[in-house]
């Protein structure tokens, strides 16, 4: 097998001389570019320059040779754990049947000869399997890029709704979107979502119930609530305010997902790759942008989960009702705390699943960059959850602000002086309540979204 560094730095080296054509100790982007070629190396348009950008650290158009073989050893620990996750069986080399095999869990189907003629062009002794030399050779100059692997499995699912639609939309890649398979993956995570909110929604209304009446003088305990509310409105009350929540879904995802390759297109600079404080930033401003779009129905989905028996006959009247009675501005009470929300949740979110994530690929990525998914739906599940513990207080405020009106005799108050109350009757805690039925309904959320999910792609014939 091959020892990582000695012998590797003296082949860097070799070859770093070979590419250095006019010995000024530095590799341009034509020299690479004729070097490689001269190797039997084809180059696609770009691809030099992609390798090139991603070594030359200092920017002086040119690699020397540090950078050269540090973008050279980062590339091939990459490689190495493609590689082992393409050799099924661990004995070191890649037969065809393992292509096949890799291929089928991209989802694509190969025939034999196909898995032999990727085999013929990466194979160069002719044994007909791959060992690791020649994988080496053939892709050291594979930008990254081809390694889908790692960014593939840890994409953050956006299978995971856990009734917050704040998070950061879906990574489609190229091929994706060429193929039309990124439309049957929002619409598969549109159902999913549409399921597990409905399967929540009675948690949901209670949390919903605590945000605005609970209190020191009233509390509100979950089964007590739930005795309340069957009795005011038999067992099909404890689904008021789903009808509302789960069509919302489809304009939120369609506005979100646009919006956010406008804004990855606006924010990377000139087509480079997008760094993730630029996808934070963009994902956020996506998020917002939809929440704006759609943020009449959140008010009206309060008012209908609220509703008494008869109050509203259904999502039409309601928002005549609102209208009538308040005008155009009671569609957008509590706003501000909703937009507000979006930053803590996205950032900790974000942050929270990266650290997670690396902290698995430094411990357990020996074999395989696939965590599995238990692995990926724990990381998914802890991090929104960071994330809704820090926005909360933002979101029961929002609550309170859009259920104002609808509670005979309370004035309209600003965020501030609406927090500031809660502050001084309820304590710190008042800024939680309902809680604890938002969190009992994370897991079966995700548990159920993944389900459905997962049954959705298979009827729609998109695999893994």
């Known amino acids: 097998h091959f020892k990582p560094d000695e012998d590797n730095t003296k082949t860097f080296a070799d070859l770093f001389e070979k590419l250095d054509a006019n010995k000024d100790g530095k590799v341009d982007v034509s020299e690479l570019k004729t070097g490689l070629a001269a190797m039997g190396f084809s180059m696609g348009k770009g691809e030099a320059q992609k390798i090139f950008a991603s070594g030359d650290t200092d920017k002086d158009e040119g690699l020397d040779f540090e950078e050269f073989s540090k973008y050279l050893k980062e590339h091939e620990k990459k490689l190495r754990l493609t590689f082992k996750s393409l050799d099924k069986n661990q004995d070191g080399s890649i037969d065809a049947r393992e292509i096949q095999q890799s291929f089928k869990d991209l989802g694509l189907n190969l025939t034999d000869r196909d898995a032999e003629k990727i085999l013929h062009s990466i194979d160069a002794d002719g044994t007909m399997t791959v060992d690791w030399n ?137 087509g480079g790759k997008i760094q993730s404080h630029e996808r934070f930033m963009a994902g956020s401003l996506a998020g917002a942008t939809a929440q704006t779009a759609i943020y009449p129905m959140e008010v009206m989905k309060t008012r209908l989960t609220l509703r008494k028996t008869g109050q509203y006959s259904g999502m039409f009247d309601c928002a ?99 927090v500031k109350k809660i502050m001084q009757k309820e304590g710190f805690f008042g800024l939680y309540r309902g809680i604890l039925p938002n969190f009992m309904k994370v897991i079966p959320a995700v548990s159920i979204s993944y389900v459905v999910y997962e049954y959705m792609r298979s009827g729609l014939g998109i695999s893994k």
């Open 134 to 270: 020649e994988w080496r050779e053939h892709f050291l100059f594979n930008p990254a890029d081809d390694l889908q692997e790692i960014i593939r499995y840890w994409k953050h699912s956006t299978v995971l709704d856990i009734g917050d639609s704040l998070t950061i939309p879906d990574e489609f890649t190229e091929e994706e979107k060429t193929t039309g398979i990124w439309w049957k993956q929002l619409f598969a995570g549109g159902m999913a979502g549409a399921v597990s909110r409905t399967g929540t929604a009675p948690l949901d209304r209670m949390k919903v119930f605590m945000q605005v009446h609970s209190s020191k003088s009233n509390k509100i305990s979950l089964v007590d609530g739930f005795k309340q509310m069957i009795k005011e409105g038999g067992v099909a009350s404890l689904w008021r305010g789903n009808g509302v929540n789960v069509i919302k879904i489809a304009p939120e995802t369609a506005i979100k997902f646009m919006a956010y390759e406008q804004y990855k297109k606006l924010l990377a600079k000139d």
């Open 320 to 418: 005549k009702k609102i209208l009538k009675k308040e005008g155009v501005k009671a569609f957008y009470k509590g706003y501000v705390p909703n937009i507000l929300g979006i930053i803590p949740y996205a950032g900790i979110d974000l942050a929270v699943y990266e650290t997670l994530k690396n902290a698995w690929l430094s411990r357990y990525a020996k074999d395989t960059a696939n965590p599995g998914i238990l692995v990926l739906l724990g990381c998914g599940t802890i991090s929104s959850t960071c994330g809704q513990l820090a926005s909360y207080p933002l979101a029961l405020v929002r609550t309170r602000m859009q259920a104002q009106a609808s509670m005979e005799g309370s004035e309209q108050v600003s965020m501030s002086k609406l």
